[in-house]
């Protein structure tokens, strides 16, 4: 890997200040910053070869298109998908849970059905099934998980069923950085024959991907979480089960032939993709990707490690303070709450100090409930981040404790 100077002089903002002071940027579970070369390649884009794909003769649009469909090349290699009829461009991971939710609850499910989501879902990969199964007629079951943030694995067990028609669980809690044990989770549904859906947004950037080896049935993730542009995003699906399932929107280009008595779709990936897709941005993605090959995904995973255990040490060290989602496998993002501070205030003074940290509840209500507790405060690293930035996070700590005149 470059050295770290050299890494951050790659991203543009990461050299900004914010109320006078140079920024501490923890937010990298929300979305994460983008090196110049996918500033580059979008702006090479618009520049250079902004022709709509797959529609025109003409020499810009034959070299939007090329670029377009050698980033789905890009990304299959990336994830070690089989081939590139199972890479789907979307909006993002909403828009692919979102997708899946539709197809294959309208080609396979029916009342009585259930689907098994987990506690620590984002609310993304929670309200489509919820939705669904409404539709449909269908039971949402969910996974219990224990005070570290992990799931019981027993209770899952015990949730599959020959009633259960998909299960649907996140690769990493954004909430709590819990890494889950997808492979054990694949294995046991797969042995009943029932499909599972990844959500990876939280886990496409901490390390590498390989859905061939995992076995999964679908796998989702946004580009803008691992440093491409915003608006894109991925639908890995299994051929035999993209091939079955009916399209999730309809329009231009994702169709054969079209009568008024009858339409008839194209063959996969288009069935999926209706209208003007953001190719854009897809080259922008795949421009992101080759960033992080070039860094190596394996390195980028041990120097995360590492800033995690430096900064759980020195936050576990703050009296007073505690750490949520305990787990002895997570990425690295750490939520905690400092005693009788509430997470916005505390939040916002970090900000005036320039470390930029998320507050709330994450979108996954749940999992806070679970705790009872109404947020947290995150803060979630990669590997552009620094020990210096997390001591001064831990300084900014200390000064909200200090301004709020807590004994801890």
Request: hydrophobic share 40%; glycine share 8%; with cysteine.
């Amino acid at each position: 890997m470059k050295d770290i100077s050299e890494i951050r002089a790659d991203f543009p903002l990461l050299g900004r200040t914010v109320y006078g002071r140079r920024l501490v940027y923890l937010d990298n579970g929300a979305t994460t910053q983008k090196p110049q070369c996918v500033i580059d390649k979008i702006n090479e884009v618009y520049t250079s070869y902004n022709g709509n794909i797959h529609r025109g003769v003409h020499a810009i649009s034959d070299m939007a298109s090329e670029a377009y469909e050698n980033a789905r090349e890009k990304v299959r290699s990336f994830i070690n998908a089989r081939s590139t009829r199972e890479i789907i461009f979307t909006s993002g991971t909403t828009g692919s849970i979102n997708c899946v939710a539709f197809s294959f609850g309208e080609r396979y499910l029916k009342p009585g059905d259930e689907v098994v989501i987990s506690h620590l879902e984002h609310h993304a990969n929670i309200v489509p099934w919820q939705l669904m199964c409404e539709r449909k007629g269908a039971r949402l079951r969910v996974i219990p998980v224990n005070e570290n943030g992990e799931i019981i694995q027993e209770e899952y067990l015990r949730l599959l069923s020959p009633r259960t028609r998909l299960v649907a669980v996140t690769q990493a809690s954004n909430a709590l950085g819990t890494i889950l044990p997808v492979k054990l989770i694949i294995e046991a549904a797969h042995s009943l024959n029932i499909p599972v859906l990844i959500d990876g947004a939280q886990g496409i950037q901490h390390g590498v991907v390989d859905v061939s080896d995992m076995d999964c049935d679908f796998y989702v993730f946004s580009g803008h979480k691992i440093y491409g542009p915003t608006g894109i995003g991925v639908l890995y699906g299994k051929e035999k089960w993209l091939s079955e399932m009916p399209p999730y929107q309809s329009g231009g280009d994702m169709v054969e032939n079209v009568t008024f008595e009858r339409t008839t779709f194209g063959d996969l990936p288009f069935k999926f993709e209706a209208g003007t897709t953001n190719f854009v941005s897809a080259i922008g993605l795949a421009s992101a990707l080759d960033y992080i090959l070039d860094l190596g995904r394996e390195e980028i995973s041990k120097r995360e490690l590492m800033l995690l255990s430096y900064a759980t040490e020195r936050l576990s060290a703050i009296k007073g303070l505690r750490i949520f989602g305990n787990s002895a496998e997570k990425i690295s993002i750490i939520s905690f709450l400092l005693k009788d501070i509430h997470q916005y205030d505390a939040g916002m003074v970090l900000d005036k100090m320039g470390v930029a940290v998320r507050t709330g509840t994450h979108c996954a209500q749940p999992v806070m409930e679970r705790y009872g507790i109404k947020g947290t405060i995150r803060a979630s690293l990669c590997f552009y981040n620094t020990e210096e930035e997390i001591d001064i996070l831990i300084s900014g700590i200390e000064k909200v404790t200090g301004m709020f005149n807590q004994k801890i």
